[in-house]
């Protein structure tokens, strides 16, 4: 977290906050007097998401969820970020679809992408509970780093930040739900060109499209967020009435995400050598940046 957030205006909840070591790729914790549970990615070799990642992130979700079952007023918010400096989370695990895609291995394939599937669905329903979900951008989101994202009710993002969907880079596309949720915020023409462009975005380009929420000043997302808490605190009825009518006007339907990543495991496994080398290029990327 920033020095912002720990030793300024709100350091307070920072310092009372209850650190969980439970997990080796997700750190955890709750901040009692906001009422947020927050937990931040710090997959490894590689700031992805492993399949260790994804199972830590569902076994926090259930967590939560058993808790909510026990105490409905426990959370208010679930904040999802990253513990590693300059990067939210670098997408799929491009090293591991290699292997599978060299080995026709559809089935694996398919299980990972309904595993993400799984997640940012329960996400982008908040888990069926009374509590808003938040997606803090202090670093790059790239691919299904964006698309997990996405998936959150609030997204705020860093000025600077850099967030874009490069898998036609080795001819394939994020599908794992980054047409549909970049539908329902910006338009479909709108995540067509994203994705088939490829383009790199900075976090203002996508505040204007309507795609970030709130924009924060760089090292400032904590403090945006309580800033945003305090004005739900001001006026709690209109913020819940609207976020009940975005959740009926933004429906999202689970089988289109399965459909869809069904046509993404069925394109994977048509790359070509020449596809497979340009992966190999960007995981040797992704690995500059180990942990």
Known sequence: MSNVARNGIYGAAFRDASFSNEHSQLKTYYDEKYKIGW??????????????????????????????????QK???????????????????????????????????????????????????HFKL???????????????????????????AERGTKLGLPEVLFNLFPGMGAYTLI?????????????LSGKLYDAEELFELGIVDILAEKGEGELALYKYIKAV??????YKAMAQVKDLNNRVSYQELVDIANIWADAALELTEK?????DRLVKRQNNKMI
């Open 39 to 72: 937990f931040l990615m710090k997959a490894a070799p590689r700031p992805c998401f492993t399949l260790q990642l994804l199972d830590e992130i569902g076994s926090y979700h259930k967590q939560v969820k058993a808790e909510m079952a026990i105490d409905q």
């Open 75 to 125: 959370y208010d918010y679930l904040v999802v970020g990253s513990d590693v400096p300059g990067i939210f989370n670098l997408g799929g695990d491009l090293n591991l679809f290699r292997s599978l895609i060299k080995q026709k291995n559809r089935d694996i394939l398919l299980s990972y992408a309904l595993q993400c599937v799984d997640i940012l669905y329960q996400n982008l329903l």
């Open 130 to 156: 009374d509590v808003t979900t938040v997606s803090l951008i202090q670093g790059d989101a790239l691919g299904g780093g964006l698309e997990a994202a996405l998936s959150s009710n609030l997204i705020i």
């Open 183 to 195: 539908s329902r915020r910006a338009g479909p023409s709108v995540a067509e060109r994203m994705i």
């Open 233 to 238: 605190k001001r006026s709690p009825n209109t």
């Open 275 to 279: 596809d497979l080398r340009m992966m």
